[in-house]
């Protein structure tokens, strides 16, 4: 990305460079850091989320079984008795408690039952039965919970749930033998081996997303960073030149002051005329002066955006008129006509600060007077295109280059420095003009050819 690096090169000290990178970085280290916590957080809640919905799952598909198995027991069992007549279709690899079972890795369960372990417990612990899978190390003892994790000697756990069996109910006896003791407790257990060797591979693919969004974080913070510099760095540099041209145009009416009084105090005798020149020379410098340090508190006032603008209507056409009127001695010595053109036939109102308009104006029409040559002609014209009111300031003057057109906008920036300097131009004119349009929500716009003159827009919002 190119960024005003090399601004900070060439007008930024090298402390103060590597200030605005070491904020540059802090700042993108503090995104990423953010940005990664965020994602850790989202990573670990999805994690959780989907270890907990399949947990769920399977923790329901348990019970099923279990109460599958329930139903079909309690039509055939009655005790513990009729473990040796239960069908061999309903558990085919029953064991019972007195018989040795077969060894785990020679068990045949039945595909319905694969991966399930079936106990039947007697409520004095005793295993009265087992079917399907046979871990090694689950202990055989009464469940307390209908809902159990259990471990196996190699340390895999196991969900189990409990469910009681109760004697068969018999017709000639009716629905109070429901209130009978359980006989025995049917536990259904499965291992989450499947379900820890999924969790893992979750695990590692979010890891690995974590590691990759970080991967992209790093660069986009540096981005973002660079983006939340660049106004600070521009309205560095701004205040920096504005301070360092401030300097230079305080310095040069100071030291020609300077130089009257030290020139005068050397003569000896001081007569009554040289007496009136240095004052002469300290008054107009006094005057300059005056003068940049009154357009230097404007500027920072309109800088505010909160600085208060008087809104009261203002009539426009009149505005240049009274402008016309000022500037007509100025224009008559430099032998150009200036004309006045209203190409409408209503009021042209707008709502703003009148004093501030017409400095606007003055600024604009004594620029257009100051480089036209003698001869040339100079008009202001008013217009209105919809809610807008259109002044343009014409002139026949010696033109602004290209190059200088966006520039001459800046505060201290003259095209003619010696010229300017000579006129006693502090390059704040346009500045202010540019200050004055932008807090009536207006616009200034230049469209010039060197040699041909200069025609200056200034777009205003109609006051309705």
């Not at 407790?185 to 999924?198: A, H, T």
């Not at 940049?292 to 240049?320: E, F, G």
């Amino acid at each position: 990305m190119v960024w005003d690096i090399g601004l900070f090169r060439h007008k930024v000290s090298k402390p103060q460079n590597q200030l605005f990178q070491q904020s540059r970085l802090q700042l993108a280290a503090w995104y990423a850091g953010v940005m990664g916590v965020i994602l850790t957080l989202l990573g670990f809640g999805m994690y959780r989320a989907i270890a907990h919905a399949h947990e769920v799952t399977i923790d329901r598909e348990i019970k099923s079984v279990a109460d599958a198995l329930k139903n079909a027991l309690k039509v055939t069992l009655a005790d513990e008795q009729q473990l040796k007549q239960l069908p061999p279709q309903l558990l085919p690899d029953l064991c019972l408690g007195d018989q040795r079972c077969l060894d785990p890795i020679q068990q045949t369960s039945s595909p319905y039952l694969q991966g399930y372990y079936i106990r039947i417990i007697s409520p004095s612990g005793e295993l009265l039965a087992t079917a399907g899978a046979r871990p090694q190390g689950i202990p055989v003892a009464i469940p307390t919970k209908t809902l159990q994790t259990v471990w196996d000697n190699n340390n895999q756990h196991y969900h189990q749930v409990a469910v009681e069996l109760f004697p068969t109910v018999s017709p000639t006896i009716g629905p109070t033998a429901q209130a009978s003791k359980s006989w025995a407790y049917l536990v259904v257990g499965r291992s989450f081996q499947d379900f820890d060797e999924y969790l893992a591979s979750v695990r590692w693919r979010i890891l690995l997303g974590l590691l990759l969004a970080l991967a992209l974080v790093a660069p986009a913070s540096w981005w973002l960073a660079t983006l939340a510099m660049r106004p600070i760095y521009r309205s560095y540099s701004q205040i920096q030149q504005f301070t360092a041209d401030a300097a230079h145009e305080l310095r040069t009416p100071l030291a020609a002051i300077r130089a009257t009084v030290e020139s005068v105090l050397r003569l000896p005798h001081l007569s009554e005329a040289d007496a009136q020149d240095t004052l002469g020379v300290i008054h107009r410098q006094n005057q300059r002066l005056s003068n940049l340090v009154s357009n230097l508190l404007l500027l920072s006032k309109l800088d505010i955006q909160s600085y208060p603008t008087k809104q009261a209507p203002c009539n426009l056409v009149d505005l240049i008129h009274d402008i016309a009127e000022e500037m007509a001695a100025f224009a008559l010595q430099k032998k150009i006509v200036l004309d006045i053109d209203v190409q409408t036939e209503s009021v042209v109102t707008v709502l703003g600060d009148e004093e501030n308009l017409y400095r606007l104006l003055l600024n604009l029409v004594n620029n257009a007077l100051t480089y036209t040559p003698e001869g040339g002609r100079v008009t202001l014209t008013i217009q209105q295109q919809q809610q807008q009111a259109l002044i343009l300031v014409i002139d026949t003057g010696v033109g602004i280059a290209s190059e200088d057109q966006a520039k001459i906008f800046d505060r201290f920036y003259r095209v003619d420095t010696a010229r300017s300097r000579q006129t006693g131009n502090s390059g704040l004119g346009l500045a202010i003009s540019t200050a004055i349009a932008q807090a009536h929500k207006g616009t200034i716009t230049v469209a010039s050819q060197p040699g041909q003159g200069s025609t200056f827009k200034v777009s205003l919002p109609i006051s309705l």
